[in-house]
């Protein structure tokens, strides 16, 4: 989910002179997503558990949660707040990480 790998790009913005950066899903990434993907997890175990398998949250339980979770929020930086977008933006223009 916080990997800077091709699959975890979510956009690309130009700047008004000219230079581009790309935004990662960790960039926008709140609280609520890291719950979601635990509660995304939880509930296939579950129904894994229930269905004769094994109990425990497996790592493709995870990757599967963050797969969903990706899914769900392709359109994130479409609705995201303008304001969060350029406080991200003028952290990462003043040399501070996000």
């Not at 129904?47 to 995870?62: M, P, T, V, Y």
């Amino acid at each position: 989910m916080y990997s800077l790998s091709e699959e975890n790009r979510f956009l690309e913005v130009t700047y008004a002179n000219g230079d581009k950066e790309v935004l990662y899903f960790k960039d926008f990434s709140l609280g609520r997503h890291d719950r979601s993907v635990v509660r995304r997890a939880k509930k296939l175990a579950l129904k894994r558990l229930i269905g004769g398998g094994e109990k425990g949250i497996s790592a493709g339980d995870l990757l599967n949660a963050v797969r969903e979770e990706f899914k769900e929020n392709e359109d994130l930086p479409n609705t995201t707040n303008p304001g969060r977008l350029a406080k991200i933006a003028a952290r990462r223009a003043s040399g501070s990480s996000t």
